[in-house]
């Protein structure tokens, strides 16, 4: 039997399998060891949910390749668009011509983006670059040089982005002096509280630290051009801002003429069940990066404006590749894919996954919390659920063996693990994931 005509894992050898052995020999040569890998899935081939590595073994894909192919691995119509567009033109760049999907891409993304006001939009090709883009808009349109963001919260690896990322330390280790004036406020994270005390005002004390902190000492909000959020942490541990902290952040935002900027590269294009995890709050951000599930696996990403804030001038930024037709063609066929039934599909399994996994932290002992919207589930690890110890070993446990049972899991922040699965997935696959998971996680309680 095909990948294509898979729903559920199938195992045929050993894990990793000969052939993925020797490409793992081989990889440890000469490729980068700064890549993070878990466990040693050597991928050939995907459709759907399911991939297929080099010895024949599939798997039920919950990671996505990071949260990325939104419409499931080599959906027909993505690749059909793919093809097509190929095989007409490749490249011209669109910073110095024009393509007729540019246009129509940055059309569609303005009438779905949060706000009814007009926007406008920049394509690079991946998350960092949305966020540099935002970067480099905001200290343009406001003439302010400070950014603000928040711990845990990641925004990318390039030098100005990685300003902003305080997710791990290893990201930012030996890379430094990164930019100045980038301060950091508590994220608030409604199980541990901002400041690892009091989650039930995380919000407010997260705030009242921007507040009465940072823009009493270090930051006078006149000089603030922007601050960054994550409105679901994601390479952070997959943790949802409460809506109220969202809205007083705008609130905030509007009262000092900051700008506020949502990071949307992992949580956007309809992975929480809406276009937008901002939507959740109905709040409308000056400026909002997206990219990951925007083409289902082609590189692209988009920072969406405020028309009026967008104001910087020919040769003021641009990017060779970005935009590039291809991309575009494969961003468009995704959106189809997304608007027909895929956004709705992603609050219809998560909601079944969240039902699914509500007695977990009664029954497992080891899960502190499962959290997020749509198909964002994150799981938290932990070794004591009073002392919410954390417990990083027990995480890559129920990960690994989540591998050998055939299902792709990712980790997220220190102790936790994330669900992003394509939000193709169905209700079959789903309860599969929970069912597998239960059990890893029952294991992992018995090597304690
Ligand atoms: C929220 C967020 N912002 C930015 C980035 C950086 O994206 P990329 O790896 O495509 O540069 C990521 C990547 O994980 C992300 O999750």
Not at 197 to 213: C, G, M
Not at 241 to 263: M, N, S, T, W, Y
Not at 328 to 357: K, P, S, Y
Not at 414 to 422: F, T
Request: with cysteine; hydrophobic share 45%.
């Amino acid at each position: 039997m095909q990948v294509a005509e898979r729903k559920l894992p199938h195992l045929l050898t050993a894990l990793p399998g000969p052939k993925a052995k020797q490409i793992v020999k081989r990889d440890q040569k000469v490729v980068s060891p700064s890549y993070t890998r878990d466990y040693p899935l050597v991928a050939k081939s995907g459709r759907g949910a399911m991939v297929e590595d080099v010895d024949g073994n599939t798997f039920l894909d919950f990671a996505a390749g990071i949260a990325v192919v939104a419409t499931g691995h080599c959906h027909p119509e993505v690749v059909a668009a793919i093809q097509k567009q190929a095989a007409e033109l490749i490249h011209m760049s669109c910073t110095d011509f024009y393509y007729p999907g540019t246009v129509e891409l940055a059309e569609k993304l303005a009438s779905v983006a949060p706000g009814k006001g007009a926007k406008r939009v920049y394509f690079g090709n991946s998350g960092t670059e949305a966020i540099e883009a935002a970067m480099k808009l905001a200290r343009y349109h406001t003439k302010r040089d400070i950014f603000i963001a928040f711990h845990g919260c990641f925004h990318g690896r390039t030098l100005g982005a990685l300003s902003l990322t305080a997710s791990k330390a290893v990201q930012r280790k030996h890379f430094g002096p990164l930019l100045g004036g980038v301060f950091h406020a508590p994220y608030p994270n409604t199980y541990r509280g901002a400041f690892g005390t009091r989650p039930e005002h995380a919000a407010a004390d997260s705030l009242a630290y921007i507040e009465n902190e940072l823009f009493k000492r270090v930051a006078d909000p006149e000089e603030v051009a922007a601050i960054f959020v994550e409105p679901i942490q994601g390479e952070g541990g997959y943790v949802a801002a409460p809506a109220e902290f969202l809205q007083g952040l705008e609130r905030l935002c509007r009262k000092h003429g900051i700008l506020l900027v949502a990071d949307e590269v992992q949580s956007g294009m309809g992975r929480t069940g809406k276009w937008w995890a901002v939507n959740h709050a109905g709040i409308e951000p000056d400026i909002l990066c997206t990219a990951k599930g925007i083409a289902s696996g082609m590189p692209l990403c988009a920072m969406i404006a405020k028309a009026d804030v967008m104001d910087w001038k020919p040769g003021a930024h641009a990017s060779t590749f970005g935009g590039n037709p291809v991309s575009i063609a494969a961003a468009l066929a995704t959106i189809g894919v997304l608007e027909r039934n895929a956004i709705a599909n992603a609050a219809r399994i998560g909601d079944f996954i969240f039902r699914q996994t509500a007695g977990w932290r009664e029954r497992h002992k080891i899960v502190g919390d499962v959290r997020g919207k749509g198909l964002m589930i994150g799981i938290e690890f932990v070794r004591d659920q009073m002392t919410k110890e954390r417990a990083p070993e027990l995480r890559d446990r129920v990960l690994k063996s989540a591998f050998r049972k055939g299902l792709l899991v990712l980790g997220a922040g220190e102790n936790s693990l994330r669900l992003a699965p394509p939000l193709v997935i169905d209700e079959e696959q789903a309860d599969f994931a929970v069912r597998t998971l239960d059990a890893c996680i029952s294991e992992a309680e018995r090597s304690l």
